[in-house]
Every structure is written in C-alpha cells, then in structure tokens.
C-alpha cells in the first residue's frame, strides 16, 4: 500500500510542472486527467478483486476535445482514439481474473501507443499502471 501511494506521489510530482504551463488546461487534457485518474483506481480495483469502475468519458467527447494550441496530432488520431475504445470495450467483457489483467494490460498499452506517436511526456507516469503479468 505504501508503494502505491509513493508511485501516486511521484505521479503528481511529474505532472505538476506541466499543469502550470499552461493557464488553462485543454479540454482534451482535462479528459485525459480523467482517464488516468480512472487507470489508477480501476488497478485497484483489479488488484482488490472489486468490480470494473464506470470510465470518465466517451469516444465522442474525446474525438471532439480540443487539443492544447500549437500541439500537433497525429494523421492516425482518429484511429488512435478508436483502438483505445476498442480495448476498452474488450476489457470491459473479461470476467475471469487473469484475463481482465491482461485485458487492462492491453488498456494501457493502448494509452501508451497514441502518445508515442503524439504525447511522449506522459508515458512514464502512464507505463507505471501497468499490472505485474505473474503477480496473483
Ligand atoms: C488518441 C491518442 C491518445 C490516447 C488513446 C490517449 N492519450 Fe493521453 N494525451 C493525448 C494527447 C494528444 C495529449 C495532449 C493533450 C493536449 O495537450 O491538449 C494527451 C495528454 C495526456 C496526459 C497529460 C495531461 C496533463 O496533465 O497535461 C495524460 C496524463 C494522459 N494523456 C494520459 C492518458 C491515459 C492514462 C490514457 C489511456 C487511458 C491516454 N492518455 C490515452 C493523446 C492520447
């Protein structure tokens, strides 16, 4: 329990600085917040054996949110955003344990793919929630 709260620390540590960069967030910023914060207590809730959290928000708002000015997109944005529903969609019908932590694994991995191509910052912070494939 210390280590996730020393990781949840370390996280707000990493992303502070790029909180005040900007006056005002982005809205698709403040999606994404949501989005980790959702990956963040949805590990939780696989490693307590609890039931699957409702996510924050949807392929629309996403697709539709505004990105922070001067960031540049991918072509394959869409695509990108489609990929990470998709695996969302997919988790969300694993009941057995081991694969709801692969399907949460793969999640994450879906995360981590669009912001290699668009985002590289996050990674670390995002990389950290992926589930220890032996643990259990
Ligand atoms: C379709 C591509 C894509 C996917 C999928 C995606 N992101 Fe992002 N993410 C972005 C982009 C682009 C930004 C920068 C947004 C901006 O500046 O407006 C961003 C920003 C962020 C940030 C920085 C927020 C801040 O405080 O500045 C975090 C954290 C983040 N994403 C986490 C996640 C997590 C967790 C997931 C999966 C649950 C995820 N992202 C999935 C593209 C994506």
Do not use: W
């Not at 707000?12 to 005002?24: C, E, G, I, R, T």
């Not at 982005?26 to 939780?44: A, C, H, P």
């Not at 922070?68 to 997919?90: M, P, V, W």
């Amino acid at each position: 329990m210390k280590t996730v709260f020393l990781l949840l620390g370390l996280c707000f540590a990493l992303l502070l600085p790029s909180s005040f960069a900007a006056d005002k967030p982005s809205e698709l910023t403040r999606l994404m917040r949501q989005m980790l914060s959702y990956i963040k207590q949805e590990k939780l809730q696989i490693e307590n054996n609890k039931p699957a959290l409702h996510f924050p928000t949807t392929l629309q708002k996403v697709s539709k949110a505004k990105i922070t000015a001067g960031k540049k997109i991918s072509n394959e944005h869409r695509q990108y955003i489609a990929d990470f529903f998709g695996e969302l969609n997919h988790y969300y019908q694993k009941q057995d344990s081991a694969e709801r932590r692969t399907g949460f694994n793969l999640l994450v991995s879906s995360c981590i793919n669009c912001h290699q191509h668009e985002c590289p910052g996050p990674i670390v912070v995002i990389k950290k929630n992926l589930l220890e494939p032996t643990e259990q």
